[in-house]
């Protein structure tokens, strides 16, 4: 078997082992075809059996009810950042968001060029180390959407529960803990995530949308930035990314081995608890970045007393065949991230040699 690190990069992200073996043997010739999948006509009947599974698993697995499409796009979350707007912020109402940090904080941006924007509640001050109470969220009347970021990668906080908007939909940023734990997808007007976290390799994200969000498109939108474009199509107006689609479909099907949504949530917690009880165990030596009560079942965040020990932390992890530990440039310190296909085994050695560095250096 081939000698896998422990890899703990915050996306693209580990593959469950699995996924990539039988991938790997379906790679030059896909189902008696002659041909890989990646050789195909995406209006065949090969693709899309593929592309239509992959939708199928990804509805049972969040438990998408009637009324809403599933989407496969491109252009990664990011896209998105400007696609809402574009489509879902109509002249004489506000596009609402939750200022949570690092992607939040783009999203945010990306609204701006589109009309205008109110921040409904924001840690800012707070360095984002907290995820605000659903209480103080402040949405004006007339917003068109909430927008709120479930899972902010960089400075490892999580939405624990999800604000009731009424009847102002609300749009999650899910790129980061897609089907980390079940989720009641009926609270949502939009969800959307890039696959390259939770989901598969990049190149494809997936959107989420209740169709009446969609039945009235603003059209001097361009095509193909145009949800009901998608929608309409089946995502298959124009070409996908065919292999991405087909990986998400696996990752999805290793999902469901291993207990779906409920089953992924296990898994997150017994690897987060080890980990942040490994902080919480080291009389202050490593020091989570997130408040106890935000803190992120996918990206667990630290620092050391100094920079120098940061970087001593990263490079004697590398060398012990530990990858992706250093934090995002823009924040700094450590972050272990540990999506759903990362192994109990990868974290348990991650904590030993947590617990050594600190005797070591302590
Ligand atoms: C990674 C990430 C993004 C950006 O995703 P791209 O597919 O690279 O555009 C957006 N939001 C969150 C929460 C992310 O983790």
């Known amino acids: 078997m081939a000698n896998r690190a422990y890899n703990f990069n915050a996306g693209p992200a580990a593959l469950p082992l699995e996924v990539l073996q039988k991938a790997q043997q379906e790679f030059v010739e896909f189902d008696n075809s002659g041909m890989s999948l990646m050789e195909m006509s995406h209006r065949g009947a090969i ?47 506000k596009a609402a968001y939750v200022a949570t940090g ?40 007339d917003a068109a959407y909430v ?68 039945a009235k498109p603003s059209l001097t939108v361009p095509t193909m930035l145009r949800y009901d474009t998608h929608a309409k199509a089946d995502s298959l107006y124009n070409t996908p990314p065919t292999f991405a689609i087909y990986m998400a479909g696996e990752v999805l099907k290793w999902v469901k081995a291993n207990g779906g949504a409920a089953g992924m949530e296990a898994r997150n917690r017994e690897k987060a608890d080890l980990l942040y009880g490994t902080i919480d165990d080291s009389q202050g030596y490593y020091r989570g970045f997130a408040e106890r009560g935000s803190r ?41 991230s540990i999506y759903n296909a990362v192994p109990v085994e990868s974290v348990r050695a991650l904590e030993d040699f947590m617990r050594d560095f600190q005797q070591r250096n302590g």
Not at 103 to 132: C, D, M, R
């Open 47 to 93: 693709y899309e059996k593929v592309h239509y599974e992959a939708e199928k698993l990804l509805k049972e697995l969040l438990g998408v009810p009637d009324g809403y499409k599933v989407l496969f796009v491109q252009g990664g979350a990011s896209t998105q950042f400007a696609m809402i707007p574009m489509n879902l912020l109509r002249p004489g109402t």
């Open 102 to 141: 690092s992607w939040a904080t783009k999203a945010i941006q990306e609204a701006k060029l589109f009309g205008e924007t109110v921040v409904a509640a924001s840690s800012e001050a707070n360095a984002y180390k907290h995820i605000p109470a659903i209480g103080e969220l402040n949405v004006p009347a």
């Open 147 to 214: 927008h709120l970021t479930s899972n902010e990668t960089i400075e490892g906080t999580q939405w624990s529960e999800y604000p009731d908007t009424g009847s102002i939909p609300l749009i999650g940023d899910l790129s980061s803990d897609i089907l980390c734990r079940p989720i009641n997808v009926s609270q949502f007007g939009m969800i959307y995530a890039g696959a390259q976290k939770n989901l598969g390799p990049s190149g494809v994200t997936i959107v989420i949308i209740r169709e009446d969000l969609i």
């Open 296 to 336: 992120s079942l996918m990206n667990v965040t630290f620092r050391l007393a100094t920079e120098e020990l940061e970087k001593l932390f990263v490079k004697e992890s590398e060398a012990q065949g530990f990858v992706g530990l250093k934090g995002h440039r823009s924040v700094g310190g450590l972050r272990a």
